[in-house]
């Protein structure tokens, strides 16, 4: 069986989020903690996704046509709108989430610097949109 470079990349990624787990399982002391549990973090992770992707991979090698009908599913114009309006509500979600955040910490009682990175990532998002409606306004 021929494997692509896809299926080579998720298994590399595979064997190394399942490397990181154990490692991080293993070395957890009071020294290491943090950094045994960004292993643990970052291991699990890599070893959910490359597993996700390699079973995907597998069941649209046994069935060529849902993998071309996924592919012009995702291409579709129609489906491509819905995405694109998802991402907008869901990001003005996300703002009133973001400006109530800084209040909700502020009474809790968090570090200050916690408050002002929060309140960074309100305007990193905000100049964001605002960088990209000057651009999208010039080009349409």
């Known amino acids: 069986m021929k494997m692509n470079k896809t299926v080579w990349l998720f298994t590399i990624l595979l064997l190394l989020g399942g490397t990181l787990t154990v490692v991080g399982l293993l070395v957890i002391d009071e020294s290491t903690e943090k950094l045994a549990g960004i292993c643990v973090g970052i291991g699990s992770g890599l070893f959910s996704m ?11 090698r046994k069935h060529p046509k849902l993998k071309k009908q996924a592919v012009i599913d995702f291409r579709d114009e129609r489906n491509t709108a819905i995405r694109m309006k998802a991402k907008a ?28 990175t929060t309140i960074g990532l ?6 964001t949109q605002l960088f990209y409606m ?6 349409m």
């Not at 490359?50 to 649209?60: E, M, T």
């Not at 003005?92 to 610097?113: C, E, H, K, R, Y």
């Not at 309100?122 to 100049?127: D, N, Q, R, S």
């Not at 000057?134 to 080009?139: A, P, V």
């Open 50 to 60: 490359s597993a996700a992707n390699l079973i995907v991979q597998g069941y649209y």
């Open 89 to 116: 509500k869901a990001f003005d979600i996300m703002f009133v989430v973001m400006i109530t955040l800084p209040f909700l910490l502020i009474f809790a009682g968090i570090s200050l610097w916690v408050v002002l």
């Open 122 to 127: 309100y305007l990193f998002g905000y100049f």
């Open 134 to 139: 000057i651009k999208y306004s010039k080009q």
